[in-house]
T-cell receptor, first 117, second 115 residues
Framework: NAGVMQNPRHLVRRRGQEARLRCSPM?????VYWYRQLPEEGLKFMVY????????ESGMPKERFSAEFPKEGPSILRIQQVVRGDSAAYFC???????????????FGQGTRLTVV | GENVEQHPSTLSVQEGDSAVIKCTYS??????FPWYKQELGKRPQLIID?????GEKKDQRIAVTLNKTAKHFSLHITETQPEDSAVYFC??????????????FGKGTLLTVNP
């Protein structure tokens, strides 16, 4: 089991460009979460997706940010017209499908470190 | 929404001593409380978790306690070793019935274990 795979590991963008971050969940996992970690801060929830559905996007900035998790392929976090304040580590986590009951462990990827210059 | 406070922000101990990190949460509906360890430049890794139907859980040198009434939970590391040095995050979430499982994290504790 390859674990949660994120790419790229490091991404440098100039102000105004677009950033696309990819996340492939663990095999058998259909729940994906994106978190942002600013320098020396905790992780902040951004969005929770299942295949082809956005379940909770309460942590997403209202503009420039979008996320998808298509039927085929990885989940994508897209940031348009990046600004310096977008520089952060973006982590993806996945967990198995659950109908009822408690959480199971969320497994994190290695993260994508975005630097906006 | 949920709010998680974590203390202390930094903790320095001598090798072999114990370390305790404390967190409080605000949402009484939260019922799942994981702890993550993050080494510099690496992913957060789950080290232990506790659900609201138990008060204490232990795994070798690591233990977690939960006080639902007071809405606080703590991480205890005994016989600390230099390789325990990292940032530790507590988190809280609701779970069950297919509802969302987003984690609300504390701001982290930088633990340094001095040889």
């Amino acid at each position: 089991n390859a674990g949660v795979m994120q790419n790229p590991r490091h991404l440098v963008r100039r102000r105004g460009q677009e950033a696309r971050l990819r996340c492939s969940p663990m095999k058998g996992h259909s729940h994906v979460y994106w978190y942002r970690q600013l320098p020396e801060e905790g992780l902040k929830f951004m969005v929770y997706l299942q295949k082809e559905n956005i379940i909770d996007e309460s942590g997403m900035p209202k503009e420039r940010f979008s996320a998808e998790f298509p039927k085929e392929g990885p989940s994508i976090l897209r940031i348009q017209q990046v600004v310096r304040g977008d520089s952060a580590a973006y982590f993806c986590a996945s967990s198995p499908s659950r109908g009822q009951g408690f959480n199971t462990e969320a497994f994190f990827g290695q993260g994508t470190r975005l630097t906006v210059v | 929404g949920e709010n998680v406070e974590q203390h202390p922000s930094t903790l320095s101990v001598q090798e072999g001593d114990s370390a305790v990190i404390k967190c409080t949460y605000s949402d009484s509906a939260s019922n799942y409380f994981p702890w993550y360890k993050q080494e510099l430049g690496k992913r957060p890794q789950l080290i232990i978790d506790i659900r609201s139907n138990v008060g204490e859980k232990k795994d070798q040198r690591i233990a977690v306690t939960l006080n639902k009434t007071a809405k606080h939970f703590s991480l205890h590391i005994t016989e600390t070793q230099p390789e325990d040095s990292a940032v530790y995050f507590c988190a809280a979430s609701r779970a069950g019935g297919g509802s969302n499982y987003k984690l609300t994290f504390g701001k982290g504790t930088l633990l340094t274990v001095n040889p």
